[in-house]
């Protein structure tokens, strides 16, 4: 979920490419995982972002193997991410 939440919010915030997202889709998918996660609640998704130990920041991908840490991200922004996971 947080890979990919990140990846979506960082292409969302212009700092990588589409391709981006779209490989580390495919690197999760091919570790097994299918998407939507529609077994994980939005509300409980939410609830452990809020307890996540970066103090409501998002590390963000600027290219695969880049990062970008610190990064505010406006909750509507979140829950925009979690519902292209979730959903």
């Known amino acids: 979920l947080g890979l990919i939440s990140s990846a ?19 690197t999760i ?4 995982f ?5 077994n994980i609640k939005m ?3 939410l609830a452990s972002f809020a307890m996540d130990k970066k103090g409501g920041t998002f590390v963000c991908f600027e290219d695969v193997g ?3 840490t610190g990064v505010k991200v406006p909750r ?11 959903i």
């Open 8 to 26: 979506f919010v960082s292409v969302s915030l212009s700092l990588c490419e589409v391709r981006v997202l779209e490989q580390v889709k495919h």
């Open 29 to 32: 998918q091919s570790l097994g």
């Open 34 to 38: 299918s998407f939507p996660l529609s």
């Open 43 to 45: 509300e409980d998704a």
């Open 66 to 68: 880049k990062i970008k």
């Open 76 to 86: 509507e922004l979140i829950i925009e991410a979690f519902n292209q996971i979730l």
